[in-house]
């Protein structure tokens, strides 16, 4: 690896790793296997918030992965209080996220034809990508994914507890609100610190922790550093596949996990509508 794309490959390693627990943690705790950040707004409003950023205070770029956070958890509130409102099933979880998705989208995307100058690269923003990273947009985003990371590890027997259902976790004595809200907050932090200088990747928070699952169960003490590691590889791999596949030309990587992640999240709708 040349000293030039160490802050990309470090990139894809904390993007990775960030949207994959991100996704492990939604899913657990809104027991909906088709939750993850991208599908149910949370990677919206982490983008939205990114492009006000930009487009507003482009002197205070740094304060980006706080802004993007802010967005991403303001997303995750809105679907889940619209999915209490209309029954919290699994469908109604996914339904809410892409009707939030699409109207936040359609906010950014105002934004970015009113404000063409921008500092920010709207087509590589909205497909996602880790060319042109550096290490100093990295540094704040990758202290928050890390302090993220180790208290959803600390909190993650609290979370098998909480997808017991509950009432269940109650009469063990939890505090099932607060709880819930604390582990939205760490899926905010997770995706919105990633999105801030990754862009719009998609379905990593979809993919990897189901498959980490079929691997190792459903213990999040496990599963959670299991789909750290697996959300990483699976990033370097699109990245490597981005790269190589249309040499000399490269693609935006978010392209290629969209290529990966679209047949994925049909067959889970399939596979659910039969369940």
């Known amino acids: 690896i040349s000293f030039v794309s160490i802050p990309r490959t470090l990139a894809a390693v904390v993007a990775g790793c960030a949207l994959s627990v991100s996704g492990a ?3 657990s705790v809104l027991n909906n296997s088709l ?8 990677n919206s409003g982490a983008g939205l918030f990114t492009v006000l950023m ?8 740094y304060y980006t992965t706080i802004a993007a956070f802010t967005g991403a958890f303001l997303a995750v509130l809105l679907v889940y209080f619209i999915a209490r409102k209309t029954g919290a099933s699994r469908m109604a979880i996914v339904l809410s996220g892409v009707a939030v ?10 934004v970015l034809t009113l404000k063409p100058d921008t500092a920010i690269e709207r087509t590589a923003f909205l497909i996602g990508g880790f060319s042109g990273i550096t290490m100093d947009r990295l540094r704040l985003a990758g202290c928050l994914i ?14 098998n507890v909480l997808a017991l259902g509950d009432e269940s976790a109650k009469s063990l004595g939890l505090n099932v609100v607060r709880l819930r809200f604390t582990f939205l907050i760490l899926a905010a932090m997770l995706a919105g610190s990633a999105i801030s200088f990754a862009g719009l990747l998609g379905f990593v928070g979809l993919i990897v922790p189901y498959i980490s699952r079929l691997f190792v169960g459903y213990d999040n003490r496990i599963l959670i550093p299991v789909s750290a590691l697996s959300g990483s590889i ?28 679209g047949p994925f999240f049909i067959y889970l709708l399939i596979k659910g509508r039969r369940g």
């Open 101 to 110: 998705s699409s109207f936040i989208g359609a906010m950014t995307d105002t």
């Open 25 to 27: 943690i939604l899913q």
């Open 234 to 261: 699976f990033a370097l791999l699109c990245d490597l596949m981005a790269r190589v596949l249309f040499a000399p030309f490269e693609i935006p990587v978010g392209i290629i996990m969209s290529f990966l992640g």
């Open 35 to 42: 939750a993850s950040p991208g599908i149910i707004g949370v």
């Open 146 to 159: 890390v302090f993220a990371f180790i208290l959803a590890l600390i909190l993650s027997y609290d979370m």
């Open 54 to 61: 930009a487009a507003f205070f482009p002197a205070n770029l």
